[in-house]
């Protein structure tokens, strides 16, 4: 049943001996995966990661993965969001400018527009609010997304596991399990070895 | 080592998936499928021909589309008076074409951030393409306004940029509002789709055999290969986009609703529009969903995953929020009868026998009769009667607008000043060509992206949670914890050394 293919990626011109990035196991079921996830993680493996086509319910405590901080920095851009929203209504509408000489291609001061309409106050904050809730959704959110690809080192153009075909599958219907070979617990045969133990249906060599 | 069933169970196979019974959860995914086929038939959609039908669709809304340029042309060119905008009715089509568009969207929204903070798991099989509707509904909205400033090279004044001559938008006004609202909200709406789609689009990079297609949905895929280390951040990131959107889709038809109950005019100026334009456009949009998805399900072969109980699903969501919109009908009367004010009386009584009681009357019919032939079980597994209720819809919300924005400015306080609204040609002509900016950005979508959320779709299948504990096995309960940290060196559950 499991077989260690070599060299398993399609035909790459190399030179030199190629570097070994990591062994890739296959399973067919979320039951395979999470009980193999759960075995690499007692092994002490530290750079090892499960690949699957949707997020499996679980994997977090069988992976042993960490939360996240990116509730904090949505928090952060949230504040700095209705900040802006609060700073450029009232800073235009209730000051007569602000002084920002440092601020890149302003050579004069941003003056402030205090014009009165309908005996309304200048510094209107219930008017204000919409523009403060608007700004801080916006800046949430792009501290939400940008958040996440900055944290998951995405965009990643080159990705040495994309270069088997085998592992294709992995964003449609199988799952993975990677050992990169930077791990210190990292040893080509024995790490193949206890993965084809966990029930791999095939083990493949990765090469950088 | 022990074994144990590495085969799932194959789903139990299922026609009628609309079931009441409260026992048993409905499948979500019909027919004797698996994570592969799931798989094949979404980027079949996208790697193969499109169908005949497909292309007439796309020629048809691509004309249309056409029209809609030459028309901005002539109107850049010659100036608003080629439309029937005038005093007192200085607000006509752009405006009414502006809120219905805009309305539509919310749908698409609600879908996507309300149901999934509700866990409402059905709506991972309509998501994708009602958020799509959402960004396509939102372009055709923010066209109008941008039109409709008169002088629309110059629109980038609505914006706060700092100018030499030291002036600012005026932040106290509504209209202002609406800028930094739907800017907000097209944004945010775009990047919950892109977010959303990422892994689908690593899906179609990975099979696509074209050259082309393979640098494409790779670059923007980003480079996702589905690490789970990558989904923990990607999961946190969309619920967290999700509550973000929830708050912003009320607000963005709620300040919509303040353009109008800001002022002072009878007939707009009232505390219930908020509430009552969210439920008008969350019922206008599923009509849209509806509309949308019934041909395109049949169209690309996906009923077993678009099934009946999702549309008879969305058909409920039409039923609750038409009755909403119908009580906000009665209370705008009653409030205008309590007031006992004036202007307001009139100008509610103009709109129940003035000179546009066609369009109120057609209101009515469309939006509070017509759609609740759904209460009929039958009717919502119909095509027909569920098509019939959601063209109702389409045209009833249109003409909601329609009564808000002309029978209010028509008569105004100086019965000196009264006039009646006479579109022109490119009015009509416009609000067509919106159509054909819309269906031909949506059909665009359907050919080359995923219609349907794959990845969020496998998770609601019954393999997705066939997990069974070995009994050979001890099984640590800590190992459930959140603060689980066996990779931590020294670690021992319960205290640190």
């Given at each position: 049943m499991t077989q260690v293919l070599?060299?398993?990626?399609?035909d790459v011109a190399t030179e030199a001996p190629a570097k070994l990035h990591g062994i890739i196991a296959e399973f067919e079921t979320v039951n395979d995966i999470m009980r193999a996830a759960k075995k690499t993680r007692d092994e002490g493996f530290k750079h090892w990661d499960v690949h699957s086509p949707f997020p499996i319910h679980g994997i977090d405590s069988a992976m042993g993965i960490r939360a996240t901080i990116l509730p904090w920095i949505v928090l952060a851009c949230g504040l700095t969001g209705t900040m802006v929203g609060l700073g450029l209504a009232i800073g235009t509408m209730a000051t007569s400018g602000i002084d920002l000489p440092g601020l890149p291609g302003a050579a004069a001061p941003i003056r402030g527009y205090k014009f009165l309409i309908s005996g309304k106050p200048f510094n209107s904050l219930a008017a204000f609010i919409p523009i403060a809730f608007e700004t801080t959704i916006l800046l949430s959110a792009f501290g939400a997304v940008f958040g996440m690809l900055l944290l998951n080192r995405l965009p990643k153009l080159y990705n040495p596991l994309l270069k088997s075909k085998n592992f294709r599958r992995s964003t449609a219907d199988r799952f993975f399990i990677e050992v990169q070979a930077r791990d210190i617990r990292f040893d080509k045969d024995k790490t193949a070895e206890f993965l084809k133990g966990l029930g791999a249906t095939s083990i493949e060599l990765i090469e950088d | 080592m022990a074994t144990i069933s590495t085969q799932p169970e194959k789903p139990q196979v299922l026609f009628d998936n609309t079931t009441d019974d409260p026992t048993r959860r409905a499948p979500l995914v019909l027919g004797d499928n698996d994570f592969t086929s799931i798989t094949d038939k979404v980027t079949g959609i996208a790697a193969g021909k499109p169908p005949a039908k497909w292309w007439i669709a796309f020629l048809f809304a691509l004309s249309l589309l056409g029209m809609l340029g030459g028309l901005i042309g002539y109107l850049v060119t010659t100036g608003p008076g080629v439309w029937g905008n005038n005093q007192p009715v200085s607000w006509g089509f752009p405006i009414i074409n502006f809120v219905f568009w805009v309305g539509i969207g919310h749908a698409g929204t609600l879908i996507s951030a309300i149901l999934f903070l509700f866990r409402q798991n059905w709506r991972t099989a309509i998501n994708r393409f009602a958020e799509a509707m959402t960004i396509f509904a939102v372009m055709c909205a923010g066209l109008f306004p941008g039109i409709h400033v008169g002088r629309p090279w110059l629109a980038y004044w609505l914006q706060p940029i700092p100018n030499q001559m030291g002036m600012w938008p005026q932040f106290r006004s509504p209209l202002l509002w609406d800028v930094f609202a739907v800017g907000t909200y097209a944004t945010v709406s775009a990047l919950f789709w892109y977010v959303g789609m990422i892994p689908d689009l690593a899906t179609l990079r990975d099979r696509c055999k074209n050259k082309y297609g393979q640098f494409a949905y790779g670059l923007f895929s980003l480079g996702w290969t589905g690490s789970s280390r990558h989904w923990h951040r990607y999961e946190k990131a969309y619920l967290l986009l999700a509550a973000l959107a929830t708050p912003l889709v009320l607000s963005v038809h709620s300040v919509v609703s303040f353009d109008f109950?800001?002022?002072?005019l009878p007939g707009w100026?009232?505390?219930?529009f908020p509430p009552y334009f969210v439920a008008g456009a969350i019922y206008g949009g599923f009509a849209m969903v509806i509309t949308l998805a019934v041909p395109a399900r049949a169209m690309f072969g996906i009923k077993d995953i678009i099934t009946d109980r999702h549309i008879e699903n969305c058909c409920k969501v039409m039923l609750g929020t038409g009755m909403i919109v119908t009580y906000a009908y009665s209370i705008e009367f009653f409030v205008a009868w309590y007031s006992g004010h004036h202007y307001e009386q009139a100008a509610f009584l103009n709109r129940l026998m003035g000179p546009y009681a066609w369009a109120y009357w057609t209101m009515i019919f469309c939006n509070c009769v017509g759609p609740h032939v759904l209460w009929f079980k039958k009717a919502r597994r119909w095509t027909p009667t569920i098509m019939f209720a959601a063209m109702c819809v389409n045209v009833g919300m249109w003409f909601e607008r329609y009564v808000i924005v002309v029978t209010s400015l028509q008569?105004?306080?100086?019965?000196?000043s009264w006039a009646l609204f006479k579109p022109t040609w490119v009015d009509y002509g416009m609000l067509i060509g919106s159509f054909g900016l819309f269906f031909t950005f949506f059909l665009l979508f359907c050919k080359f992206?995923?219609?349907?959320?794959m990845a969020e779709v496998k998770t609601v299948m019954p393999q997705a949670h066939d997990i069974v504990h070995d009994p050979d096995e001890p099984y640590n309960p800590d190992e459930d914890q959140a603060d689980y940290r066996p990779d931590r060196p020294h670690y021992e559950w319960g205290k640190k050394r």
């Open positions: 070599t060299p398993p990626t399609e | 109950a800001i002022s002072q100026h009232t505390t219930i008569r105004d306080f100086l019965p000196s992206l995923p219609v349907i959320a």
